[in-house]
């Protein structure tokens, strides 16, 4: 077990992740308080912190909950009880939360105005724009409204997670003599949440309506005879966080489907409500949903702030947004678009590296879909965790089985919120004769693996493609990830001996290059680290590199610490969550960490260790978490060929360290504070843009 050394006497060596995540918000949230990011941009970074905290509530905080109730007194390896971590937790929330708001309804949404892109606000109709309004919602919304009176024949309704709904408060009596008092009203799944309102009607080129405006604004119309006292929005987060019995189930995708229809109607986490809604129906709801008052926020504007969204896709301005950047497709890529024997023969004759969204992502379709037509490849296995609903590597998989290639593919149904897309794609597959596998229960899939077998010269020869990311056209263009198509037969044979573990049944059997979760990634990883430290103690150069998504498993940074110690020098770039604390004396001075937040969401894993010159260097689909190491299947890959271990390290770690727009330092007490620089402006983003793209 890694040692938790205290630092002052009582803070323990590791952070907490949820404050960690907080923090991290925090850094996107700061892209949309930047005056020099783009208007619209700003607007889309407050929708992403808006989206970030339903799953942080939906996943984090659930977890949490269900923590303090089974063990309240249990000190976790950050020094807090579930209760104190929890009240911490909540403060920070609820300020990032606050400042979330205040930056919309003060600076964002008056910069939009003036740029003639406004939300509708009844406060400030005319005559003709109420008339309008009013004949929207008789026309296309009323009809789909179904208001609830409560009472003791109309009970409270069931109550979809994250819905948009509304509490009315009533008085008068109806037609069978009844008081009104309270009732519910439902926002339509069906009706867009954002509606766009004519030119000629708001006065401007992009006028938009919300829907909690219209249904606010003219409730009355639902309640005739009674007074409406109130109409206020509301809406619920409830636990997302799916739980199938892996002992007992024979059959993972009808347990998941049955699991997923209940998905919406999990334990409330959290109350948001608005601003100016009266304390009474405040503590109604929270006793609807068993909740207390730390577990609500009032918000000063949309409670489904993530829905403004629409706003950002539905303006045409690229004069307030990020401008066009198109990825490069390389050589010799470009001009083999429709040459299978081409594709086959480039990667055959050397590896090679694709940075995405800095060049394009078309080669490993067509790498695909070479495999799909040409009449010597006799079988394709992939891996899929997230790929989207309408995917063209999905649909080039099913024209390879039709046209009778063996198709071997392991979906994995369990993959956060893409549960059905993947259950959808599963059943597609198979009904076109593809064999699916689900993987091995109790471990998630999330290694990133196509391999093409070929026959060539009468033996079968392999090619694979490996990455950082998931196969996903569209996210592919917006996260940063590495990818290598090879032929190397060692790399390749070790695929297909990862595969034949998802598939069947059988002994593992040794790996000659890659790394495989759960058996040989961590334990490597952490004999790396603490070949470096010996390094360093015998006094030779010792260095440790990482770029990842989130750092948390102890035993790790507990090697890193001791790394330090011993003279290493450890230079880390987390964009997420991460336990260790860097820059503490005695502890961790040698390590230096940074968090790149900017306008593609940094998602590539690569590892370095300096290795006495023979720079070892890994990417890999795992973060260094415990369920990436011990409850998941995920691969390591060496880069071999010496050019592109040198762009690898150039581009995951030289233009990082040296940043100084887009990078944030982590201090020893877990906080953030932006990378200021006298030199010259180097923003590691903009630099991968020129260095890569057209």
Request: net charge neutral; glycine share 6%.
């Amino acid at each position: 077990m890694p040692s938790i050394v205290p630092l002052n006497g009582d803070q323990p060596t590791l952070l907490n992740r949820e404050l960690s995540l907080l923090k991290f918000n925090e850094r996107v949230l700061a892209m949309a308080d930047n005056a020099t990011t783009p208007l619209i941009e700003r607007l889309r970074y407050l929708c992403i912190v808006s989206s970030n905290l339903d799953e942080f509530f939906e996943i984090r905080i659930s977890s949490l909950k269900e923590q303090m109730a089974r063990n309240a007194n249990v000190v976790g390896p950050d020094g807090y009880k579930p209760t104190e971590a929890f009240e911490r937790i909540q403060v920070a929330a609820r300020g990032l939360i606050e400042r979330q708001y205040h930056l919309l309804t003060t600076e964002i949404l008056p910069a939009l105005a003036k740029e003639g892109i406004t939300l509708s606000d009844p406060h400030h109709w005319t005559d003709e724009q109420r008339m309008w309004a009013h004949n929207v919602f008789m026309r296309d919304v009323m009809p789909l409204l179904t208001p609830i009176g409560l009472d003791p024949a109309h009970p409270f309704p069931r109550v979809f997670n994250k819905s948009l709904n509304f509490i009315v408060s009533l008085s008068g009596e109806d037609a069978f003599r009844r008081q009104g008092q309270i009732a519910i009203v439902q926002a339509p799944r069906a009706l867009p949440r954002v509606m766009r309102v004519p030119p000629e009607i708001s006065g401007v080129q992009h006028g938009f309506i919300l829907l909690s405006t219209l249904i606010s604004e003219f409730v009355g119309e639902l309640f005739p005879g009674l007074e409406v006292g109130g109409c206020y929005q509301w809406r619920v987060t409830r636990n997302s966080d799916l739980f199938v019995d892996e002992e007992e189930i024979t059959n993972l995708r009808l347990a998941l489907q049955g699991e997923l229809s209940q998905r919406n109607f999990g334990a409330a986490v959290r109350l948001e409500v608005d601003h100016v809604m009266p304390q009474k129906l405040i503590n109604f709801l929270q006793q609807e949903f068993s909740l207390e008052p730390h577990d609500t926020y009032r918000v000063n504007g949309p409670v489904n702030l993530s829905r403004l969204m629409q706003v950002c896709s539905a303006v045409d301005r690229p004069d307030l947004q990020f401008s066009e950047f198109r990825p490069k497709v390389p050589e010799p890529f470009a001009h083999l678009h429709n040459d299978p024997a081409g594709i086959f023969d480039a990667i055959s004759a050397k590896d090679h590296l694709l940075h995405h969204p800095y060049q394009s992502f078309q080669p490993v379709l067509d790498f695909l879909i070479a495999a799909a037509r040409d009449p010597d490849v006799v079988a394709i296995k992939q891996t899929i965790y997230r790929t989207g609903e309408d995917s063209e590597l999905m649909a080039v998989l099913l024209a390879a089985a039709k046209a009778g290639k063996e198709v071997t593919v392991v979906v994995e149904l369990m993959a956060r919120f893409d549960e059905q897309t993947n259950i959808n794609w599963a059943a597609r597959l198979e009904e076109v004769g593809a064999h699916v596998s689900y993987g091995v229960v109790g471990h998630k899939t999330h290694a990133k693996m196509a391999l093409v077998l070929r026959r060539e010269k009468g033996h079968i020869k392999r090619y694979g493609h490996l990455g950082t990311g998931n196969y996903h056209v569209r996210t592919s263009r917006l996260y940063t990830d590495f990818g290598l198509l090879t032929a190397n037969q060692r790399m390749c044979e070790d695929m297909d001996r990862v595969f034949s573990l998802l598939t069947g049944l059988g002994a593992r059997r040794p790996l000659k290059l890659l790394l495989q979760s759960p058996f040989t990634l961590h334990d490597t990883v952490v004999e790396f680290i603490r070949q470096e430290a010996e390094n360093a103690r015998a006094g030779k150069k010792a260095r440790v590199m990482a770029k990842m998504n989130s750092l948390l498993e102890p035993r790790v940074i507990d090697e890193l610490y001791k790394a330090s110690q011993a003279g290493v020098k450890v230079d880390l770039v987390i964009r997420g969550a991460c336990a260790l604390r860097a820059g503490v004396p005695g502890l961790s001075e040698n390590i230096r960490l940074r968090s790149i937040v900017g306008r593609y969401l940094e998602h590539s894993r690569v590892f370095y260790f300096h290795a006495n010159g023979e720079e070892k260097v890994y990417l890999s689909s795992a973060d260094w978490m415990d369920r990436n190491f011990f409850r998941r299947v995920e691969v390591g890959f060496p880069i071999l060929d010496k050019a592109l271990k040198k762009r690898v390290i150039t581009e995951a770690f030289t233009w990082a360290l040296r940043d100084n727009v887009l990078a944030w330092r982590a201090q020893p007490d877990g906080s953030y504070l932006r990378v200021k620089s006298r030199a010259a402006r180097v923003n590691m983003q903009e630099k991968l843009m020129a260095l890569l793209g057209r």
